[in-house]
């Protein structure tokens, strides 16, 4: 399987600020998802991360909030915008193999969110 | 949209016993069914799945197995031991929709000594 790095691993974040994980995939991959875990709770689909277009949301999150970008096969970015508390969470990037239904899923971001 | 619902939320066990963790799911399209397992502060890891053309799956000492009519799907670990100690996920797919992956709500299985 794919090795999926993200940084930052773990961020401490004031009210109000930006923050924007990375995910870096070791082979180009064609399906990548981002999934949100908040604390002692199951995975959260936000966006399927599209290369060269809008990201695809799932209900309860938008482009404002959570924008997403996918310059090319192996790189996506996640922002969490103006962000409060309630956004602090683990931030998964996740591949898919195409047409098996198997995700892998990177490290995870921890954020926290004062 | 898919429903996947799973039990029970929490499970302790003596090393050396068996667990069974159980799901249901609402699509009758869903046709892949993988378990995750998620070490306290790491990743959920895919550790076996199914497919709907088949019963049973084994690998070691964990197995899966699908009932396709009842649509339940259920996750059989023998032998246990404390590093089996983990949150469980199962999850449900139809893969020629390519939807997304329905995730349970996940069960906190702990095997003691």
């Known amino acids: 399987s794919a090795v999926i790095s993200q940084k930052p691993s773990r961020d401490i974040c004031q009210r109000g600020t930006s923050l924007t994980i990375q995910c870096q995939v070791d082979?180009?991959?064609?399906?990548m998802f981002w999934y949100r875990q908040q604390p002692g709770q199951s995975l959260t689909l936000i966006a399927t991360?599209?290369?060269?277009?809008?990201?695809?949301?799932e209900s309860g999150f938008v482009i404002d909030k959570f924008p997403i970008s996918r310059p090319n096969l192996t790189f996506s970015t996640l922002t969490v915008s103006n962000m409060s508390p309630e956004d602090s969470s683990i931030y998964l990037c996740?591949?898919?193999?195409?047409?098996?239904?198997?995700?892998?899923f990177g490290e995870g971001s921890r954020l926290t969110v004062l | 949209g898919e429903n996947v619902e799973q039990h029970p939320s929490t499970l302790s066990v003596q090393e050396g016993d068996s667990a069974v963790i159980k799901c249901t799911y609402s699509?009758?399209?869903?046709?892949?069914f993988p378990w995750y397992k998620q070490e306290l502060g790491k990743r959920p890891q895919l550790i076996i799945d199914?497919?709907?053309?088949?019963g049973e799956k084994k690998d070691q000492r964990i197995a899966v197995t699908l009932n396709k009519t009842a649509k339940h799907f259920s996750l059989h670990i023998t032998e246990t031991q404390p590093e089996d100690s983990a949150v469980y996920f199962c999850?449900?797919?139809?893969?020629?929709?390519?939807?997304?992956?329905?995730f349970g709500t996940g069960t906190r299985l702990q095997v003691t000594l």
């Open positions: 996740s591949v898919g193999v195409t047409g098996t239904g198997e995700l892998f």
């Open positions: 082979s180009q991959v064609t399906m």
């Open positions: 991360a599209n290369q060269g277009s809008e990201a695809t949301y």
């Open positions: 699509d009758s399209a869903s046709n892949y």
């Open positions: 199914i497919r709907s053309n088949v």
């Open positions: 999850a449900a797919l139809n893969t020629g929709t390519a939807s997304k992956l329905t």
